[in-house]
């Protein structure tokens, strides 16, 4: 009887494994009969799917190396049928673990290497020809049957690794490590590598180590004039300088606000819970230029503290604010509600029992506070502090706009691109000391946590009551935070007035016609007209937004869980990469993607799905980063316990690990989705008439001095955002870890 109890799952566990190989081969084959290989720009799925069997380029795949001169395609067909002998007639284990994986290496390799030769004629291609006869030598990007193919190989290479014994022989494991890494690959170092491999580029286009040192070597990016009286230092010094102050300053803001959200009441109540998460989160649900616009209707040379000063002291009006002081606060603004939200998960996790230890050994509140709710903080602060640090290096906006004669590095980079004078090898060479700060900061920081453990979720039940904040605490809180928190409404209550009034600084007559020029509404003949010349880009942005944002959040997070709990070779280069689009400017970001997927195998430019994968894979990090804080504060005795009663990893991962991830998930989709909807720099080069954004539409507005439509758009945006946050709130609720709620 024991013997069979103890054989009877080990058999369930088989018998699902192999159903699962055999769902991704059946989907390998339908997208390599039932599907388009490629996916030409002017036609849709629907229309593509008739013509499978067909002829042109919306043929599947197998039409395609049948009849139409494309048979390095066959090499599909083999790797999925060498696969499937492998799952069928080879036992579970090592020798079935070499059929996958030699499949699965055969499929990648043959089809990629063939998908980047044609259409690039040169040796390689010339082996090609060789071996399979005359080639056609253009092709569109991969389609839906291609993809559909791709994913199965990769999937079919995790299981194969996992059945070698690698991932402690775990499936799911080794086929989420596989498919992140290869995300990772493609759509972040791929092109940025393209991009950076431009600082090595001469002028007439050969490689030279001393063409990068020349760059690099330059005045203007480590000059050191202002330290002995000159005008200013090295873009990179001024870079370092100004991301050092941001990061500080948002972490402390950040993280007085989300303790006065949270502990701010009597006994842990959450008096301001609500207050502070709208005020807090305002800014980071706005376009960046309103920011910048407000303060400079504040303290711009025509502004009103500027006229204030004149009037009451005879203070000449001055461009004082321009410059570092200026881009600072702007950035303050734009970033402390990433960090407010990251630590506002962290102090949702700390377990009062905790508390409650030190304080029944009579410590008092405020020991208890820096002895031991202070340190349990030290994943999330350091979590923040890196976003803020590398959010700061790649901002783009508040410069242009607030920045004056303080250049920064992604200013620079942008007027390399766009200037008078393209020099994409000075572009890429200041991309990458962006890089290489990121690099440092990211090592610091995990010298800095060290192996320290700071578990405070257990398996056991908590029911106690957090405690509340202790007077000093609580009174340095109320001091910084309610102050900022009251100077943002001021900001937003000048920038929005300017969609309210006629012409602002001459006309402050009152009117909706801005609202009414972008989102006009009227019966037609044939029902309602959007008549409005803002509605197009609205709904794009929206659409694109909410498919890009649920993406961010379930790869982030995923991402992070492999990070916190398993390890595998190459994990520190994982992390780092899922953290690199954050330290490459917006701008480069989006010329890096027309790079690398302007031409086949990949060919995106044009489309709306390179803007969703911009979106995704720029707003990336934010949710492996605040994963990663909640991650380490849940004992691994939750996952083992759930291991013990034979659940699944995918099952443990879905029924005990998510509930108790709520905040983290609550943050990587609204700020994916938040960011995607206001984001500029990333997208300025990729967006195309049939796929205008809302930012774009702003953007050139502005351009053409029409202040009042674009700040119309913007309060439109604002509410939005904030019904889509509000939304995601509630249906993601929160996490609840078996406290006593507040006797009334």
Known sequence: MTTLAVRAPAVRGARRSRQTLLGWLAAGAAGFVLLPWYFPQNVTLLQALPGIFGGGETASGLVQALAHGRPWLWVAALALLVAGFGAVAVPPGRGQGGWLVGAAVLGLAGLLGAGFTIGAPGWSFDVLQATFGELKTG????????????????????????????????????????????????????????????????????????????????????????????????????????????????????????????????????????????????????????????????????????????????????????????????????????????????VQGIAPSLEEAAQTLRASRTRTFMTVTLPLMKPGLANAFLVGFIESMADFGNPIVVGGQYAVLSTDIFFAIVGAQFDQGRAASLAL????????????????LGRANYTTVSGKGDAGLPMALPPPVRRACLAVALPWLGFTLVVYAFAFTGGLVQTWGRDYTPTLAHFRTAFDLQWGEHGLVWAGTAWNSLFTTVKLAAIAAPLCAGIGLLMSWLLARTSFVGQRLFEFSALLAFAIPGTVLGVSYILAFNVPPFELTGTGLIIVLCFV????????????????????????????????????????????????????????????????????????????????????????????????????????????????????????????????
Request: with cysteine.
């Open 139 to 346: 092709q569109p990007g991969i389609g839906p049957g291609g993809a559909l193919v791709l994913l199965s190989l990769l999937m079919l290479l995790g299981a194969g690794l996992a059945r070698l014994g690698y991932f402690r022989r775990d499936v799911f494991v080794a086929a989420a490590v596989v498919l992140c890494s290869a995300l990772l690959l493609l759509f972040v170092a791929l092109p940025v590598s393209k991009s950076l491999v431009g600082a090595f580029l001469t002028e007439d286009g050969q490689y030279s180590a001393s063409a990068l040192a020349e760059r690099l070597g330059h005045e203007r990016v480590w000059g050191l004039a202002c330290l002995a009286g000159g005008v200013r230092c090295g873009v990179a010094w001024n870079t370092l300088f100004l991301a050092l102050l941001t990061a500080a300053g948002t972490t402390v803001m950040g993280t007085f606000i989300a303790l006065l959200a949270e502990r701010g009441g009597e006994r842990g109540g959450r008096r301001y819970a609500k207050a502070l998460n709208v005020l807090a989160l305002l800014p980071i649900i706005t376009p960046p230029f309103v920011v910048g616009l407000g303060l400079i209707l504040l303290f711009g040379r025509a502004g009103l503290v500027n006229q204030a000063l004149e009037w009451a002291f005879g203070v000449t009006p001055s461009r004082w604010f321009y410059g570092l002081f200026g881009v600072w606060l702007a950035q303050m603004f734009a970033f402390t509600p990433i960090a407010f939200m990251i630590m506002r998960g962290v």
């Open 433 to 448: 000391v962006l890089t290489l700060f990121a690099l440092v900061v990211f090592f610091v920081q995990q010298r800095l």
């Open 617 to 744: 894979f720029r707003n990336l990090p934010v949710g492996v980063r605040a994963g990663t804080a909640s991650f380490k504060q849940l004992d691994r005795s939750l996952d083992e316990a759930s291991t013990m009663l034979r659940a699944g990893t995918a099952t443990t991962l879905r029924r005990v690990v998510l509930p108790l991830l709520k905040p983290a998930l609550v943050a990587a989709l609204v700020y994916s989705f938040v960011r995607s909807m206001t984001t500029v720099s990333a997208v300025i080069f990729l967006v195309t008439a049939e796929n205008e954004l809302a930012t774009t539409y702003i953007i050139g507005r502005v351009g053409n001095g029409d202040y009042g439509v674009a700040l119309a758009y913007c309060t439109v945006l604002i509410v939005l955002m904030s019904l889509a946050t509000a939304a995601i709130q509630g249906l993601v609720g929160e996490r609840r870890l078996g406290r006593r709620t507040t006797p009334a």
